[in-house]
């Protein structure tokens, strides 16, 4: 269960801001997010795949238990929240620079 | 007698080798022109995520939330953080961060939202030197 307040605390609640802050570029770029989620999710899943209960454990009790071809539920919320999150502070970043650049060249 | 079992350790390094290292060796070789235009915010990020994630990372070792593998993984920690879980932050932020940008530096160039994946399979010089009414007219 700790894993799910992990992923509320520290994905949902930053990128609900970014959100709010940014909302015009959001939309803007929206295709730039939904493909980043679907790929990460491709290759997370993969990656996942391999690795878990081989490489990698989670203590009984971090996660609700529910699975999904072997990975947990909650790390497939991981993998959109993780694309969504990278997506958005790139794409804020980049027209925060862009907008410094065209300010130093008026 | 040699020791082989030292070699399962390299395990969890040997999958970041393949799946990073050929995710990095891809978007540098195909969009180094839209990677360089962008150097500021490609840092930056990935600064940002690396610190982020890596932090919530060591928490949770520390915290005994997961656990990994002694047997196919280095066991060399700096502090809470494995030394993958360090090269699996850098690796992955740096290649989201720069498909991320180049997507949107295709979006820019006005790729519809349902091409844009394939923006980022062909290398960048060819779409950044199309004239954009091609675009406009695939855009419909």
């Known amino acids: ?22 909302r015009r570029w959001i939309r803007r770029y929206a295709g730039v997010l939904f493909w980043l989620a679907t790929m990460i999710v491709f290759v ?11 490489i990698w454990f989670y203590a009984p009790g971090t996660v609700i238990g529910a699975r999904l071809l072997n990975i947990p539920i909650e790390e497939w919320a991981y993998y959109v929240l993780d694309a969504l999150l990278v997506a958005t502070l790139t794409v804020v970043l980049m027209q925060v620079f862009t907008a410094q650049g065209v300010q130093k060249n008026v | 007698m040699f ?22 060796a891809f978007v540098v070789l195909f969009h180094l022109p839209v990677l360089w235009r962008h150097w500021r915010v490609l840092l930056l990020a990935t600064a940002l995520i690396v610190t982020y994630g890596s932090a919530l990372d060591a928490w949770a070792i520390r915290s005994g939330w997961g656990w990994f593998n002694p047997a196919l993984t280095s066991g060399i920690w700096f502090g809470s953080l494995l030394l ?8 992955t ?16 160039r006005g790729i519809p939202w349902w091409a844009l994946p394939i923006a980022l399979l062909f290398p960048s010089w060819l779409w950044l030197n199309t004239p954009e009414n091609i675009f406009a007219e695939a855009r419909g």
């Open chain 2, 3 to 24: 020791d082989w079992n030292w070699l399962a350790r390299l395990t969890y390094l040997e999958m970041e080798v393949v799946i990073i290292g050929s995710a990095f």
């Open chain 1, 1 to 22: 269960m700790i894993y799910t307040l992990i992923l509320i605390g520290f994905g949902v609640i930053p990128l609900f801001v970014l959100w709010l802050v940014a």
């Open chain 1, 44 to 54: 997370g899943a993969t990656w996942e795949s391999v690795a878990i209960d081989r």
């Open chain 2, 93 to 108: 932020a740096f290649a989201t961060v720069a498909a991320a940008l180049v997507m949107a530096a295709a979006a820019d």
């Open chain 2, 84 to 91: 993958e879980e360090l090269i699996f932050w850098i690796g």
